[in-house]
């Protein structure tokens, strides 16, 4: 088996990108898609392929990967200016244990 370039799925993927697009936008799923060009996209994973279609083909922007995109997605933006929250006191959740909690809470 030869070595493979760096790029070469990108490029066999955008190759066919115009007729991947139509077949998606028809309703085919992406396994059938992928199956049905595997002669030439045979250079890429199908995981690979489903990331392509993501991005060149459904429009969606890079996904963060790995434990930052995690910690990404819990900061909430602020409202307020740095100035006003430095006065504010930073406070941690209290957590209230009930043993005796009723049944209708539960539900």
């Given at each position: 088996?030869?070595?493979?370039?760096?790029?070469?799925?990108?490029?066999?993927?955008?190759?066919?990108?115009?007729?991947?697009?139509?077949?998606?936008?028809?309703?085919?799923?992406?396994?059938?898609?992928?199956?049905?060009?595997?002669?030439?996209?045979?250079?890429?994973?199908?995981?690979?392929?489903?990331?392509?279609?993501?991005?060149?083909?459904?429009?969606q922007e890079?996904?963060?990967?790995?434990?930052?995109?995690?910690?990404?997605?819990?900061?909430?933006?602020?409202?307020?200016?740095?100035?006003?929250?430095?006065?504010?006191?930073?406070?941690?959740?209290?957590?209230?244990?009930?043993?005796?909690?009723?049944?209708?809470?539960?539900?």
């Amino acid at each position: 088996m030869s070595k493979q370039h760096r790029g070469v799925a990108r490029v066999a993927f955008l190759a066919r990108q115009e007729e991947i697009r139509r077949l998606f936008d028809a309703g085919h799923t992406l396994a059938a898609i992928y199956d049905a060009h595997s002669d030439v996209l045979n250079v890429m994973s199908y995981s690979q392929f489903t990331r392509y279609v993501a991005r060149y083909v459904r429009g969606q922007e890079n996904r963060l990967q790995g434990s930052e995109g995690h910690l990404k997605a819990l900061v909430r933006p602020s409202s307020s200016s740095p100035t006003s929250r430095s006065n504010e006191k930073s406070v941690a959740p209290v957590l209230a244990h009930r043993p005796n909690k009723i049944r209708d809470d539960l539900i």
